[in-house]
T-cell receptor, first 117, second 114 residues
Framework: AQKITQTQPGMFVQEKEAVTLDCTYDTSDPSYGLFWYKQPSSGEMIFLIYQGSYDQQNATEGRYSLNFQKARKSANLVISASQLGDSAMYFCAMREGFSGGYNKLIFGAGTRLAVHP | GAVVSQHPSWVICKSGTSVKIECRSLDFQATTMFWYRQFPKQSLMLMATSNEGSKATYEQGVEKDKFLINHASLTLSTLTVTSAHPEDSSFYIC??????????FGSGTRLTVV
């Protein structure tokens, strides 16, 4: 069963505007972690932001924020003030349970973001 | 910060030969290493999880005899693609788990089998 769903294969945004990338997840484990990664054409995986299931506040990291709606099981990534360098593939991922970094990370299908000048 | 060095970055091999991909943790001990495969324009698919000193746990549908994983030390994990065929051409990337719950990814290896 697919546990991480990213329904937007591609997104376009104008430079300097904000964009929201959607992610929904499914788990019965009360303890889990949600991650967002950026993958440019070079292939490297760049960690952006993390949200734990017990975190009371939505995570923020610079221009990245995570709109965490636990009851709806969604963890959307918001990128503010988009830059041309933000053009890349974005993956939402989930780790069930918490045993340090010893539990596997499962990825969604990804969303390709294109930032236009 | 934690760094995982993955080599080679890209490799071209002939069909039927074997290819070894290495992932080294440079400044930390990687107890657990995850190996992923990514086909063009697709997501990362977990192939296996390896723990230092024990046998790897393979995901369903992954041939353990074809994709040999060795994690003999806390700083080195290897993936060997045996008897490679063109359909094995893909992007392979490793990821080390950290005690703080995070993950450190290698830079990936583009394998082309001709």
């Amino acid at each position: 069963a697919q546990k991480i769903t990213q329904t937007q294969p591609g997104m376009f945004v104008q430079e300097k505007e904000a964009v929201t990338l959607d992610c929904t997840y499914d788990t019965s484990d009360p303890s889990y972690g949600l991650f967002w990664y950026k993958q440019p054409s070079s292939g490297e995986m760049i960690f952006l932001i993390y949200q734990g299931s017990y975190d009371q506040q939505n995570a923020t990291e610079g221009r990245y924020s995570l709109n965490f709606q636990k009851a709806r099981k969604s963890a959307n990534l918001v990128i503010s003030a988009s830059q041309l360098g933000d053009s890349a593939m974005y993956f939402c991922a989930m780790r069930e349970g918490f045993s340090g970094g010893y539990n596997k990370l499962i990825f969604g299908a990804g969303t390709r973001l294109a930032v236009h000048p | 910060g934690a760094v995982v060095s993955q080599h080679p970055s890209w490799v071209i091999c002939k069909s039927g030969t074997s290819v070894k991909i290495e992932c080294r943790s440079l400044d930390f001990q990687a107890t657990t290493m995850f190996w992923y495969r990514q086909f063009p324009k697709q997501s990362l698919m977990l192939m296996a999880t390896s723990n230092e000193g024990s046998k790897a746990t393979y995901e369903q549908g992954v041939e353990k005899d074809k994709f040999l994983i060795n994690h003999a030390s806390l700083t080195l994990s290897t993936l060997t693609v045996t008897s490679a065929h063109p359909e094995d051409s893909s992007f392979y990337i490793c990821s080390a788990g950290a005690e703080n719950g995070g993950y450190t990814f290698g830079s990936g290896t583009r394998l082309t089998v001709v």
